[in-house]
């Protein structure tokens, strides 16, 4: 891709970290298509890790880690072509999947000369998002952001973040939403700097955007998109989640928001503060527990 000048670009990061807004703003600034999430090439790194962690399968195919290498590069060179050949000439490909952070090994391997990026955003503020979405799906939609399960939802971060406070690989660049939304032009102007773009700003304040349907189900499109870029949403799970949802979410994601430089307004939790919901679960589960030992004596 280099040898032709066109640049191939991967960002990925958690959901709800502003990847939308990158991709599009990037896009916009090197008058390349807005694409939807490239959850193909997503699949091929996941693939490639799977089969990574089964040698004792995966040797019945092929011979060692480089033929399996080569499949695998080849498939992803084959699909990131068949992208390039729809649109047309544009000096850059900017393609991203939040998924595609827990494969950064994998991208790495795969397509060594693309420019990997992570959006990295407060998780207090990506938990408040995921809270939003519950409060817009519909009552048969009712799910874990409805109900509210901060254990699922820091979880979900710390699993997407997770690797990369393990593995900090010197060739990934980070951006970060809070300075996305506050500074767009400065920030997008260092991240050229640092990965070899050449951008032009001036399109970013009335950027161009994916049509709605090919970014997100209803209830997972916020109402900052299709704007220029806005502060509304930095430091909202101030009024969006409780004191003791804040404090939960600092515990379960502490790793992560100490490896992304963002400060707990809280000191480092105790146990204590999931004290109740633990015993509500051990009541649950004995009651539940009791349940089928009394069906199980009585058929």
Known sequence: MDSEGRKLVLIAGAQRSGTTLLQTLL????????????????????????????????????????????????????HVADIEAR??????????????????????DLLPNAIRIVCLRDPRDIASSFLRIGQRET???????????????????????????DRRSPSLHFVRYEELTERPAQTLQALGRDAGLALSLDRIDKPVWLESEARHDDAWISALEERAPSTESVGVYRTVMSPREIALLEQICSRVMDFAGYERSYLPASRSLDAP??????IVNRIRRG??????RFP
């Open 27 to 78: 896009a916009n600034a090197l008058d390349t298509p807005v694409l939807p999430e490239a959850h193909i090439l997503c699949d091929l790194m996941a693939s490639f890790k799977r089969a990574k962690d089964a040698p004792r399968k995966t040797k019945y195919f092929y011979a060692g880690e480089e033929d399996l290498l080569d499949f695998f590069r080849a498939c992803a060179e084959r």
């Open 87 to 108: 649109v047309g000439d544009a000096q850059a490909l900017v393609l991203k999947d939040p998924n595609l952070v827990q494969y950064d090994e994998e991208a790495a």
């Open 139 to 165: 009552q048969g939609e009712a799910g874990k952001y409805r109900r509210r399960d901060i254990h699922f939802i820091g979880k979900k971060i710390v699993d997407s973040y997770g690797g990369l406070a």
């Open 291 to 296: 349940y089928w030992s009394y069906r199980a």
């Open 277 to 282: 919901a633990r015993f509500a679960r051990a």
